[in-house]
């Protein structure tokens, strides 16, 4: 048996402009992230939203969820543009859009795209009629939509209609197969109402989130298969710390893999007073790791073993890893390409020189029983022999000269 580690070819999907980044079509896939903040809170939502934008997030969410946040957002949007940060900004809309949406016609213009529920824009009579004007509002506006199904706010009448028509044929299908296949058919019925009314297909981008990471994966693949709308992915209430991490991962890089999605957010439930900015990193590394898409330079560091003699070649790795996440910035304008660059810091000779040779530039520190020296080597060659207290210090030099050429 043959085993192909190349992903599959992406998914052709019809391009969206959000702002000035284009999701779908040829573009490489977009990492977004949303902030947790009061948006009616001015001060406190540019502080997040310029740190998510910093991070490398290239589309932010915010919550529009009253007057206030309505009210905010376009002088949100001005400050950001003073600050030169122009990271489109989402509004995401539950239950009034279609009011906040009229009644503040200034935020509908500082947004760069709204995000709909199709579960809660409204009940029975009202939604379609609801719906509706947020697309009018949208269509004014040349404003792209994302239909975004969630299945904890799912349609419960096309849910229920289902179900009885499940029971009527002697439920051929699961429960979980026609939960499925609720969630699939909203975003879709959507997005036809929607093109109805006059949004074209280039303005609209869907999304279907679920909890659970095989559900998640069957419910993308086959939103895939009967569409060709621009899809964000995200695994919804992902949880925290690790779990979060290692179920996003999981979902998205298998769904990626087979060449299915063009945005991605990871939602990380924050730790208390954590850094919400994680949720960039994540969806960051996980792009970059499956070699889609370059940010940062890559820090290849050994686990460490019982031959390693101390912590410095770990305090060594992250020195250099936090180093290149803080200059990155000021290094992505100065030196174009450094995304690419990779950094081997290995912990003895088992595996030190032939890793390092494969990096950029790479440092075999001495592990246990081993001559107190650590070869560097550049570009593959044994480049120079560091020794004594300051051989971290002198590889971080090192890394630092060989960005500079
Ligand atoms: Fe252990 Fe050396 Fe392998 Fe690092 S490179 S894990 S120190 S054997």
Redesign the pocket.
Known sequence: MTISTAPLPRRRAVAVKVGGVTVGGDAPVVVQSMTNTDTADIDATVRQVADLARAGSELVRITVDRDESAAAVPKIRERLDRLGLDVPLIGDFHYIGHKLLADHPACAEALAKYRINPGNVGFKAKRDLQFGAIIETAIRNDRPVRIGVNWGSLDQELLTHLMDENQAAGFPQTAAEVMREAIVRSALLSAERAEEIGLPRSKIILSAKVSAVQELIAVYAELARRSDHALHLGLTEAGMGTKGIVASSAAMGILLQQGIGDTVRVSLTPEPGGDRTREVQVAQELLQVMGFRAFLPVVAA???????TSTV?QELARKIQDQIRDEMPVWRTRYPGVEALKVAV???????PG?SKHADIGI?LP?TGETPSAPVYIDGEKAVTLRGPAIAEDFRALVLDYIEK
């Open positions: 050994c686990p460490g073993c019982g031959r390693t070649f290995m912990g003895c000779i088992v595996n030190g890793e075999s592990g």
